[in-house]
């Protein structure tokens, strides 16, 4: 269909607008950065209008620019449409920021070049078609966000970082050639439509279940999962909206990877079984080593870390509806979180200016955990006669009550012996805003992506090990966490603090193995 | 407070801790980026002058002291600089060249980049292909964000610790130096004494240290670490304001030692020989170099020249100032952004006087905000507190709790998602929300958080004989004691800016980093009060009846102000306050205007305004960027003359001023602030690798306190990049600051008698002095050794020589 090819000019404008200052007259660099919010803004209009088509004449593909399979073709449905709107919003705002933060800076021009062809890979990646598009736009993604962390090429720390980022996301791009041969060759097409047609009726055999295991290895290396994840905190080395376009877009393509063959995914439990395993512990790991970071952009980046890792577990649990949640809400705050990083020395003096925090005792932790457990069995109850909730698999309430996991700890502080009662109704009335909030955004995905992405199987003995797994582990986290000032002094606690805070050394081990400070002849007299 | 012992010490282990104890001292402190002041970064270096400093920096930080040869080059070219600058500073260093065409000719080359001497941890990287002092900078970086962190990690190192400690548990239990190649290293690290000095003392001796090669040896692991010894700095500075000592700069130089101890222990056979020329190099003393000689020759003749426009400036007609009494006198800080504004409000009417005072108006306060624990020491950082204030009174006390309550609540929600497993709660459950704050700050309609309008309030504890003696005190050092306006603005100052880690550094240095709308009006308070008028005509100083005094706000992004008259309900001036708002309204346009020139990026003033919102921006203001001249001069000296935001205007009339007591303070006090903002700007033009903040682009906030850029590593004080150099030129040429006083030679002769480490300033060029003339022409130049020399004659010498 002509209309659903509509997605394709937004790529199209992003590319004239960077090329634009290179083969026009008299666009010097101010005009160009100006041409280049233009054109981001012209890509979020033509979301839009896909979004329309989408909800007017519903999913389909777009006919091939090319021959035997090879070429551009869009895919549109919920899933493709979410992540235009995403990644179009997200571009705009951040290539409107680096048009006012790179003014004066030598080489704006190049910046704003390798942006938009990164934020322009991104866009023909989320719109695929056809594998060999969707591998095509994967690498070319990492390609061009590579020359975005080498911007400063003379500093040291950024080589050592986009290194390690080359290095993993090489693994990556073999791993995702690797699927789509497989992919290709089982299913006897390119098009991603039909393969998940065909997967759908678990057809594919052996070959498709190794395509299932390379793609979920390169959403791994992709979406930064231990042991993988160690570049991630360390690039920082380009300019901040380098790093909000890398946290609020790039790395989500693993997840999206997931999402977007979630029915070939689901040809394997095993596979599944595996990215909740990886997942699960990324999540956790990540979200304690960010407790320990003291610089914005650090604790930001192992955010992220623990975020992917959560989304990857939904993933592995078949959630792919709340998955792609994740990756909306995650990438909107974590683009706002890096952008305002400069507000940090406001927000830490303002956490001293109330008093002390009053320390919830083990009684109020307990108290919290039940109260959270109530209300989110309450607003289940409740919202479930009007929403249908009744329907949920396992694994959807399982993951529902992580979340309230996480309440419970907002709850907590507000129990602290020590806190006033308005202190506590006001963390109370947080928390039950939270839950009902949490749900109804749960549901409105589901709502949104049913007959796009498939149902969650039937929980059988392995998924619901996982599940229990999954429940002990982060409850016990999140037990930890709430309990933290009562125990984080102790000199045992600091020690483990001490090889939390190092991230366990991974990336220590990969400088060592990789060379990463090796003396270069660039580095050289560098010292002091 | 933490100090050591010095018994049971040998000798030349004494002179060892001697030493180390005055590196630190050699360190200029940092201030938290909380409320940060400008600081000179050549502090522990006042006693020596530039080409002696040149030497020791080029040796311990391989850094220049002075600009590129084709800057100067440049300046020469275009006529900046003349002949006669040239002779005057060749006068200045007679070593530097032979003649004035000798030193144009050095300015064709450049000479070639200083680098430092090398450390151990430079020789082992060179004998290893390991970047060890990477690896150090690194893991100190770690382990020092930690250490120092004020609240950024929801997990934080035990608090109350003493440096040294922490970090030998951090050190011998982290096991990256070891995967990195340096065996043992925590082994070692367990293994040194427990107390500092003990193992400052082993690790000097393993490393063959002597007292006299470890006096710039030291200084050298100091500068290496950047920030982070700048800050230990701080807490001594903190400590000995207080009365005490502190032993941090000790103990992170002790940290540095061991690294070059377990290094040296590593690759000793290989690096023996290079280290022991090392620290032969190290105990040689320090003497320029003919280069060095130019470079100061070249940058003399620069300030000469700067100077000289400067006469230019002054020299020109001034506007006549209207006699009788004002219809509105407004008071600002001497801060060169006010200029631009009194400049403007000046134009709008002839009845308007201006006045120039430190922006803390006198009052020495640490305030607390409304609803708020923190003590804010509003106050020049050199001063110890003297009067505290507190926004709100009982009756506020309901309002105080509720919005203690609400930002508890926040506080909770703010732990909440940052916290592990609750932060995935929190970006399922409020994730699309950020759609909103996106748009909002993308478009900058993020409102300016203004000050508290709740009036700020004095201590009882200050009574009124202390209100009293504070108001003559402070009345007579604005040289304000007769001729009151009914309306008497007193304009505090502050920036408007978001999303900048460096907001506090554009705020009023005077009021410690602060807005300074508190001390103004607390001020105005004191000086509206009945009973201390009734004081203060008792010792002369009458106000009339009719005469309200009222606090303000003047913004320096934007050039707003904002009064605070309800202060003062029911004062019956609202007439004069309606007039007064007109003006200040039609003064800001033309601020604004004036500034939009010297703004990336804005048009017109409408611009300045906009600019201030936006997220994105780096360049919100210029701040003190370009600041040359100190004036301290009745007003009448200056008005009209086209300052163009670059001089701290001060009040002073020396007539009045029985016994120069007034004098004293301004030249201990606003002068030595306004030489930290002068040098400040300086050093991070002319060596911002080592004494600027680096890119803000790369900018990463660390432990609320400071900036790193990306990863890691050195923390870095100063300005930014940004923050001097718009993209295509400086926004700052690095000249030192020219100080002109109308008053008697003599008179600042004795004080200079009195206070050798401001003399110290001037004599050794951190400063530049000059008497002004009843005309506020310059009459006198101190050359130095109590001497001074006449400017006119000075320029005829000069013109002789040429002849000659």
């Known amino acids: 269909m002509l209309l659903n090819a509509l997605p394709l000019l937004a790529p199209l404008m992003l590319v004239a607008a960077a090329f634009a200052p290179r083969f026009m007259q008299g666009v010097d660099v101010r005009k160009g950065a100006m041409f280049a919010e233009m054109a981001s803004l012209g890509t979020i209009a033509v979301a839009v209008l896909s979004a329309i088509v989408l909800a007017t004449v519903g999913n389909g593909d777009s006919f091939l620019i090319g021959l035997f399979g090879v070429g551009l073709s869009v895919s549109l449905d919920v899933v493709s449409v979410v992540m235009l709107l995403l990644v179009t919003f997200i571009g705009w705002v951040v290539v409107r920021y680096a048009r006012t933060y790179l003014d004066g800076e030598a080489r704006q021009d190049t910046f704003t070049f390798w942006l938009l062809a990164t934020l322009s890979a991104v866009l023909l990646l989320v719109q695929s078609g056809n594998v060999v598009q969707f591998v095509g736009a994967w690498i070319a993604t990492s390609m061009c966000l590579h020359k975005l962390l080498l911007f400063y090429p003379e500093r040291v720390a950024a080589q050592r970082a986009a290194h390690k980022k080359f290095v993993m996301a090489r693994i990556g791009d073999v791993a995702v050639i690797g699927a789509a041969i497989l992919l290709a060759s089982s299913y006897g097409t390119t098009q991603i439509s039909a393969i998940l047609a065909q997967a759908e009726q678990g057809t594919g055999g052996g070959i498709a279940l190794a395509a299932a295991a390379l793609i979920a290895l390169a959403a791994i290396l992709k979406s930064a999962q231990f042991p993988t994840h160690g570049w991630l905190t360390e690039v920082m080395e380009a300019p901040t909206p380098v790093s909000a376009l890398l946290h609020a877009g790039v790395v989500n393509a693993g997840g999206f990877a997931l999402i977007r063959f979630a029915d070939v995914m689901l040809l394997s439990p095993l596979v599944l079984a595996l990215l909740v395993m990886i997942g699960g512990f990324t999540a956790l790991f990540a979200g304690l080593v960010m407790l320990t970071q003291p610089t914005v952009k650090a604790s930001l980046a192992w955010s992220t870390i623990a975020q992917m890792g959560f989304m990857i577990l939904q993933c592995g649990l078949a959630l792919f509806p709340l998955a792609l949640l994740h990756i909306v809400a995650h990438s909107l705050y974590k683009a706002h979180a890096f952008l305002s990083a400069g507000g940090a020395v406001e927000r830490v003096v303002a956490i001293r200016k109330p008093g002390p925090v009053a320390v919830p005792n083990m009684s109020a932790v307990t108290r919290a955990f039940v109260v959270a457990l109530a209300i989110y069995g309450i607003v289940y109850a409740v919202l479930g006669l009007g929403f249908d909730f009744a329907g949920k698999s396992p694994q959807a309430v399982a993951l529902g009550a992580i979340l309230i996991f996480g309440v419970a700890y907002l709850l907590a502080q507000g129990f602290a012996d020590e806190a006033p009662q308005a202190l506590t109704q006001r963390t109370a009335a947080y928390a039950a805003t939270v839950t009902v909030s949490y749900l109804m955004l749960q549901r409105a995905s589901e709502w949104l992506t049913a007959g796009t992405l498939p149902a969650t199987p039937a929980a059988g003995a392995l998924e619901w090990a996982l599940i229990l797994l999954a429940l002990i582990s982060f409850g016990l986290v999140a037990l930890a966490q709430a309990t933290l000032p009562l125990w984080s002094y102790h000199p045992a606690a600091q020690g483990l603090r001490v090889h939390l805070s190092n991230g366990l050394y991974i990336n220590a081990i990969s400088d060592r193995l990789m060379g990463g400070w090796k003396r270069t002849s660039s580095n050289k007299g560098a010292a002091q | ?804």
């Open chain 2, 1 to 804: 407070m933490m100090t050591d012992t010095f018994s049971g010490y040998a000798g030349a282990h004494l002179e060892l801790i001697a030493k180390a104890e005055a590196a630190g001292r050699a360190i200029p402190p940092l201030w938290p980026l909380s409320s940060s002041v400008a600081v000179n970064p050549f502090l522990g270096q006042t006693e020596q002058t530039l080409p002696q400093v040149a030497v020791l920096l080029d040796r311990v930080a391989g850094t220049s002291v002075t600009m590129l040869r084709d800057w100067y080059q440049a300046k020469i070219v275009d006529g900046t600089i003349s002949d006669a600058d040239l002779v005057a500073a060749l006068a200045q260093f007679p070593e530097a060249a032979t003649d004035i065409a000798a030193l144009k000719t050095a300015t064709s080359a450049n000479t070639e980049a200083p680098v430092a001497l090398p450390t151990v941890a430079d020789l082992a990287a060179e004998v290893s292909g390991i970047d060890w002092p990477g690896i150090v900078e690194e893991r100190f970086g770690v382990w020092a964000a930690g250490f120092f962190d004020t609240g950024q990690a929801l997990w934080q190192n035990k608090p109350g610790r003493r440096a040294f400690d922490a970090w030998r548990d951090f050190a011998s239990r982290d096991l990256t130096a070891e995967i990195a190649g340096l065996a043992g290293f925590g082994a070692l690290v367990a293994s040194t004494p427990a107390q500092t000095r003990n193992a400052l003392v082993a690790a000097s001796d393993a490393l063959g240290l002597s007292a006299e090669a470890s006096e710039t040896y030291f200084h050298q692991l100091l500068l290496g670490l950047g920030g982070w010894s700048q800050v230990a700095r701080y807490r001594l500075w903190q400590a000995e304001l207080a009365g005490g000592t502190d032993v941090t700069t000790t103990d992170v130089l002790v940290i540095q030692l061991v690294w070059e101890q377990a290094l040296y222990a590593q690759y000793a056979t290989e690096i023996e020989a290079k280290w022991a020329e090392v620290r032969a190099a190290h105990a040689s003393p320090v003497a320029p170099t003919q280069g060095q000689l130019i470079d100061a020759a070249l940058q003399a003749a620069a300030e000469f020249a700067g100077q000289r426009a400067l006469a230019e400036t002054l020299n020109a007609p001034g506007e006549a100032t209207s006699e009788g009494r004002p219809a509105l006198q407004a008071t600002f800080c001497i801060d060169v952004r006010s200029e631009v504004f009194r400049r403007s409000l000046e134009s709008v009417d002839p009845g308007i006087q201006t006045l120039g005072f430190a922006g803390f108006f006198g009052l020495t306060a640490s305030h607390q905000g409304f609803a708020s624990d923190v003590e804010e020491k509003r106050l020049p950082v050199l001063l110890n507190h003297g009067v505290t204030s507190k926004t709100g009174t009982a009756s506020d006390t309901t309002a105080d709790q509720t919005a203690r309550f609400a930002a508890r609540a926040g506080r909770a929600w703010g732990r909440f998602k940052l916290a592990a497993v609750s932060s995935f709660a929190f970006v399922e459950a409020t994730g699309p929300i950020y759609v909103g704050k996106l748009l909002r700050d993308a478009l900058g309609m993020d409102p300016a958080k203004t000050p508290d309008k709740r009036a700020p309030v004095l201590d009882e504890s200050f009574g009124l004989a202390d209100r009293v003696g504070a108001a003559i005190g402070i009345l007579n050092a604005m040289s304000l004691t007769e001729n009151f306006a009914p309306l008497v603005l007193l304009f505090g100052h502050g920036a408007n800016v978001v999303n900048n880690p460096h907001a506090s550094a554009l705020h009023c240095g005077a009021c410690g980093g602060y807005t300074g709308e508190v001390n103004a009006r607390l001020l105005a308070g004191i000086l509206n009060d009945r009973d201390v008028r009734a004081g203060l005509s008792e010792n002369g100083i009458m106000i009339p009846d009719d005469t309200l005094f009222v606090g303000g706000l003047h913004d320096t992004t934007t050039d707003a102000v904002t009064i605070y008259d309800g202060d003062f309900a029911g004062h019956g001036h609202q007439s004069h306050l309606n007039t007064a708002n007109g003006w200040l309204t039609s003064a800001g346009k033309l601020a604004r205007t004036e500034r939009a020139l010297r703004l990336p990026r804005a048009a017109n003033g409408a611009d300045v305004s906009r600019r201030s919102r936006d997220w994105a921006e780096t360049r919100p203001e210029w701040a003190l960027a370009g600041c040359k001249a100190f004036i301290a001069a009745p007003r009448a000296r200056t008005k009209g003359k086209g300052l163009e935001g670059r001089a701290f205007l001060h009040d002073y009339n020396w007539q009045k001023d029985d016994g120069f007591g007034v004098l004293e303070l301004i030249l201990t006090a606003p002068v030595v602030v306004a030489s930290w903002i002068s040098l400040q700007y300086y050093g991070s033009v002319v060596a911002p690798k080592v004494f600027g903040a680096g890119n803000k682009l790369l900018h990463n906030v660390t432990g609320g306190i400071g900036v790193v850029e990306g990863n890691g590593g050195a923390l870095r004080g100063g300005l930014p990049w940004q923050s001097v150099h718009d993209g295509e030129g400086y926004a700052h040429d690095p000249l030192r600051l020219s100080v002109c006083v109308e008053a008697p030679a003599e008179a600042i002769t004795d004080i200079f008698k009195k206070h050798a480490n401001v003399r110290a300033l001037f004599d050794n060029r951190w400063l530049h002095l000059f008497t002004l003339d009843e005309d506020g022409k310059m009459s006198e130049r101190y050359n130095g050794d109590l001497n001074w020399v006449p400017v006119a004659r000075a320029d005829a010498d000069v013109t002789e020589d040429i002849a000659a």
